[in-house]
C-alpha cells in the first residue's frame, strides 16, 4: 500500500499561485495513474485533476481548466499541482490519490474518487478576497 504525504498548502489572497506537492513512499507511482480532488466544508470530493500512469494524459476539472497544471515525476515519486489566478472559491482541503489499478488512461475512470485506493491526509488551501 502507498502512503501519501501533501505539502505546499496555506493561506493566500486571490490571484496568488500556488504550488501543492503529493509525495509517495511505500511503493512506486510508476504504472498507476493519479488524481487531485478537493472538498469544500458541507460538499462533496470535487474532481480536480488527474495524470494519467504514463503523464500522457492530464484532464481537468471545470472550474479549474487554464488555471491549475497536474504533473507527476516518477523519479521523485511525487505528484504536483500548480495552482494560478486562485479564487476565493478554490478554498478546500486538497486531496491526491493513487489508482487501484494500473495504466489507466481513461477521462471518467481517473476523474472518479472510487478509482482511488490510496488518498493522503489533505492539505488546506484557504483563498482570501
Known amino acids: 500500500q502507498v502512503q501519501l504525504v501533501e505539502s505546499g498548502g496555506g493561506l493566500v489572497q486571490a490571484g496568488d499561485s500556488l504550488r501543492l506537492s503529493c509525495a509517495a513512499s511505500?511503493?512506486?507511482?510508476?504504472?498507476?495513474?493519479m488524481g487531485w480532488f478537493r472538498q469544500a466544508p458541507g460538499k462533496d470530493r470535487e474532481f480536480v485533476a488527474a495524470v494519467s500512469w504514463d503523464g500522457v494524459n492530464i484532464y481537468y476539472g471545470n472550474s479549474v481548466k487554464g488555471r491549475f497544471t497536474a504533473s507527476r515525476d516518477n523519479a521523485r515519486n511525487t505528484l504536483y499541482l500548480q495552482m494560478n489566478s486562485l479564487k476565493p472559491e478554490d478554498t478546500a482541503v486538497y486531496f491526491c490519490?493513487?489508482?487501484?489499478?494500473?495504466?489507466?488512461?481513461?477521462?471518467?475512470?481517473?476523474?472518479?474518487?472510487?478509482?482511488?485506493?490510496?488518498w493522503g491526509q489533505g492539505t488546506q488551501v484557504t483563498v482570501s478576497s
Open positions: 511505500g511503493r512506486t507511482l510508476s504504472g498507476y495513474g
Open positions: 490519490a493513487s489508482d487501484r489499478g494500473t495504466y489507466s488512461n481513461d477521462y471518467y475512470h481517473l476523474s472518479n474518487p472510487g478509482s482511488f485506493a490510496s
